[in-house]
C-alpha cells in the first residue's frame, strides 16, 4: 500500500514531465480571455474569482436566506 506522500509524489512527478502542446496553451490561452471578459462584464471578481449573486427579479433583488432556521 503507497503513503499519502508516495501518491502525491508520485503526480507531481507526472505534472512535471507532462508536455504541453500547442493546442493545450490554446485552450489555457482562450480560458483566460474569456475570464477576463467574464471579469470586464462584471460577472465575477478577480480576488477569489468568486461569481457575483445573480439577479433575482422575482423577489425583487432581495437575498433570501435558505438556511434552516435553527433557533427553533
Same mark, same amino acid.
Not at 512527478?13 to 502542446?21: A, D, I, L, P
Given at each position: $500500500?503507497? /503513503?499519502?506522500? +508516495? +501518491?502525491? @509524489? /508520485? &503526480? &507531481?512527478?507526472?505534472?512535471?514531465? $507532462? !508536455?504541453?502542446? !500547442? +493546442?493545450?496553451?490554446?485552450r489555457y490561452e482562450t480560458a483566460i480571455m474569456d475570464f477576463e471578459k467574464m471579469v470586464s462584464d462584471g460577472l465575477v471578481t478577480k480576488r477569489g474569482n468568486q461569481l457575483l449573486s445573480i439577479e @433575482?427579479? &422575482?423577489c425583487d433583488n432581495v437575498e433570501i436566506n435558505h438556511s434552516k432556521n435553527k433557533s427553533g
Open positions: $500500500m503507497m /503513503s499519502l506522500y +508516495d +501518491d502525491v @509524489n /508520485s &503526480i &507531481i512527478k507526472k505534472q512535471r514531465t $507532462m !508536455e504541453f502542446s !500547442e +493546442d493545450t496553451c490554446r @433575482n427579479k &422575482i
